[in-house]
DNA sequence: AATTTCCATGCAACCGGTTACATGAAACCG
DNA sequence: CGGTTTCATGTAACCGGTTGCATGGAAATT
C-alpha cells in the first residue's frame, strides 16, 4: 500500500503549544475569544509543523461541509443542449465560491436513476448547498431538492421550493432590444428563430419578440416565428424556411448565437448578404459570435455574472438569510456587422 | 437556522434490526461475510428508513474520501491558453470516475498562491487522487504536488513524480499525419504555425512536422515555421506573415484549430481561397472545425478518451497498482474542405 | 466425546475535530 | 473585603462511521 504521509492532529500541535486541544480549535474557529500571546504561539507552531486541520472531522462535527455540489448533465444523447457558457459560469462560480471558503463538487445528474439520487447524494456528503444548471431536459430528480430543506440555485430555470431561488438573463428585455435595433436600423419584416418553448430562455425571448412588435405598432406574422433547439444546425434549417416564404423577412432575431450562426450560412448559402439582404441579431454573445464574418450582433449575457450571483444566493441561504429573490441579469446589446444600417 | 432533516444514523439502524452497528457496517463494506438473512434484513430496514452512510464519518475513518481533485487554472489574465475541450475532458473524467464511485472536487488554482497550496488542499480532504488540466502556464503549485504520494494524473504536461503520470495526444505521429496528407494531395510548400515551443502540444507537433518533411524529402525551409500562442489571433498574424513571403506556402499546418481558423480567414482577406491557394490543416478538431467553410481538415483528438484514461490511470494509483506509464492517445485524420484535391 | 475449525457477530477503541459546561484567576464594585 | 463579572482555558462528551480482537455456537475432525 501507498505510503501516507502522517499530518499532524489538533491534539499533537495542542501537546506541542501546552494547551489543550479545545483552545488550538478555537483560535482557528473563534480567534477573537483567545487571548493573543497563546494565539500567536499556536499559529506559529501550527506553520511550522504544517498541520492542517482534517475537513473530514470538521464536516462530522459541524454538519457542515464547505461543499457546494454542482449538478449539469453530461449525458449529450438525451434531448437538451449545451449551456451556451458552462465555462464561464464553472469559472465564476468556482471563483465566488473559493473567495468564501467554498468547494464545488461535481454530481453527475441522476447518478442511479432514483429521483431523489441529487438529494441522497447532497445528505451523504452533507453539501451545503447546490446548483444546477439547466440544459432543457427537465431532470425529475431535481424535484425532491428543490422541495427539500437544502439551499438550491438554479441557472436559467424557474424551481419552485423553500430554500431555492434562480439567476435567469433578462430575455425578455433582451429579445425587445434586439428587436428594437433592428426596426431602428431600417428593418421592418422582423422574423425570429425560437428555443424549445418548453425552456424558460425559449419562451421568454419569444414573448419579448412579441411584445416590442406590438410595442413598435409592428404586424406580427405568425410565419415568421419558427421554432429551432438552440442548435446550429436548427437555425440553418429555421432560416432556409424563412427564405422560402412568398414574402421573406429582412431581419431575423434568433434566441441564440448558434442558430444565427447558423442562419447566417444559409442566408451566405442562399446568395444573399448578412446584412445587405438579412440582418442578424443573436443571444448570448458566444465566443464564435465576434469571429464569424460580418460579426454577429447579439444580446450578451452576463457570463460570469451567473456564476457570481449562484454564489452569493446560495451562500446567503446557507447562512441562514432568507431565500433570495430570483436574479434577473440585465443583457447588454453588442453592435457587429451583421446589422450595419444599410 | 433552517431545519435540517435527520438522517438516521448506523446505530440507529443496527438497534432496528437487533444486530450491532458493526455488523450493519459489514452489510455495506463486506456484504460477503455476513449471514445472507442478516444481511437481506439490513439492506431492506436501511431502504424502508432511507439509512445513508456518512461519507464525512466514513472518509474519517478510513483516510479514503473517495473523491478525486481537478485542478485546472481559472486565470485567464495569465498567458496560457483555455484547453481546446475541457468540457469534453470534465465529462469523461465524471464519468468514468462516477461509475467507479468516486466524486470530483474542483479546486483553485493556488488558492492562495503559496506553492504547496494543491498538496494542503488533498490532506485538508484526504483526496484520494488529482487530475491536473494543462493549459501551458507552469503552475509552480503542481510540484509539491507530484513529489507527494498523492496518485496524480496530468493532461497534455509530462509531470515527474513516483505517483505521477500523464495522458496526452500522439503530437508527433498527428502532426507527421498532417504533413503527409499535405503531400499527398499534391502541396509541396508546406507551412507550420506552431505552438508556443515551451509546451508539451507546441513543441511535439513541430517536431512531428520536421519529421515527416524529412521522411518526405522536402526541404526544411526556416521561414516557413512561424510561432503562435493557440489562439486565433495569433494564426491569423502568422498566416499574414506566410503570404508576406517572397515565396509563400501551398500549405499550412496549424498546431491547433484555432490557430487554424485565424489564419483561414487571413488568407480569405488577402483575397486568396482555401483550398485553392492555400490548404490547411488543424489539430483537435473543435466543434468549430466542421462549422467554418468549407470545412477545417483536422487531427481529431479522443476527447472523450482524455478522461476515461485519466480516470483509470488515477483509479489504478488510488488502489495500490503501479503507477500506470504514460498513455499517448491517438489522433484521427478528419478531411474537410479545406485540403480537398485541385 | 473431546477437540479443533469455522462462521457470524458483538465489543470497544479509534479516526480528528467541535463545543457545552465547568473552573479558576483576575478585575470590578458597592 | 466579600461577591459578582469577565476572561481564558480545560474537561469530556459527541459527531457517525470502521475494524482488530474476542466470543460463542455449530460443524467438522479425530
Redesign the interface.
Known amino acids: ?5 502522517p ?1 499532524a492532529t489538533i491534539r499533537e500541535l495542542a501537546r506541542l503549544c501546552g494547551v489543550s486541544s479545545a483552545t488550538v480549535s478555537r483560535v482557528f474557529n473563534n480567534p477573537e475569544v483567545v487571548n493573543a500571546q497563546t494565539r500567536e504561539l499556536v499559529l506559529s507552531t501550527a506553520a511550522r509543523i504544517g498541520y ?6 470538521r ?2 462535527a459541524t ?1 457542515r ?1 464547505h ?1 457546494v455540489g ?1 449538478i449539469w448533465d ?1 449525458d ?1 444523447r438525451r434531448p437538451g443542449w ?1 449551456h451556451p457558457f ?2 464561464e459560469i ?2 465564476g462560480l ?2 465566488a465560491l ?1 473567495e468564501r471558503g467554498y ?6 445528474t441522476s ?1 442511479d436513476g432514483t429521483p431523489d439520487s441529487f438529494l ?1 447524494a447532497v ?4 453539501l451545503d448547498g447546490v446548483v444546477f444548471i439547466d440544459n432543457g431536459r427537465a431532470d425529475p430528480s431535481l424535484q425532491p431538492l428543490a422541495a ?2 437544502v ?1 438550491c440555485v438554479s441557472l436559467d430555470r424557474p424551481v419552485q421550493g423553500p ?1 431555492t431561488t434562480y439567476v435567469t438573463s433578462d430575455n425578455v428585455g433582451g429579445a425587445r432590444e434586439a428587436v428594437r435595433h433592428l426596426h431602428a436600423t431600417g428593418r421592418r419584416a422582423i422574423a425570429t428563430i425560437t428555443g424549445p418553448s418548453r425552456t424558460r430562455p425559449g419562451a421568454e425571448r419569444l414573448r419579448g419578440y412579441l411584445d416590442e412588435l406590438a410595442a413598435l405598432g409592428l404586424a406580427h406574422r405568425p410565419e415568421l416565428v419558427v421554432e429551432g433547439d438552440f442548435y ?1 444546425s436548427s437555425g440553418h434549417a429555421a432560416m432556409r424556411a424563412l427564405l422560402a416564404l412568398e414574402e421573406p423577412p429582412d431581419a431575423v432575431f434568433a434566441a441564440g448565437d448558434e442558430m444565427a ?1 447558423g442562419a447566417l ?1 444559409a442566408v ?1 448559402e442562399a446568395g444573399l448578404k448578412v446584412p445587405e439582404d438579412i440582418a442578424l441579431v443573436g443571444f448570448d454573445d458566444i465566443e ?1 459570435a465576434a ?3 460580418p460579426g454577429l450582433t447579439t444580446l450578451a449575457q452576463d457570463k460570469a455574472g451567473f456564476g457570481t450571483a449562484a454564489a452569493a444566493a446560495v451562500i446567503t ?1 446557507i447562512n ?1 438569510g432568507v431565500t433570495p429573490l430570483p436574479r434577473i441579469l440585465p443583457t447588454s446589446l453588442v453592435v457587429r456587422g451583421s446589422t450595419r444600417q444599410i
Chains 1, 2 share one sequence.
Open positions: 500500500m501507498r505510503y501516507r504521509t499530518v492542517l486541520p482534517n475537513e473530514s472531522a464536516t462530522l454538519k461541509s461543499m454542482l453530461t449529450h449545451r458552462f465555462q464553472l469559472i468556482k471563483t473559493s468547494h464545488l463538487l461535481m454530481l453527475a447518478e441522497r445528505r451523504r456528503h452533507n427539500s430543506e439551499p430554500w446550429l450562426i450560412r451566405t464564435l469571429l464569424v464574418p441561504m441562514g
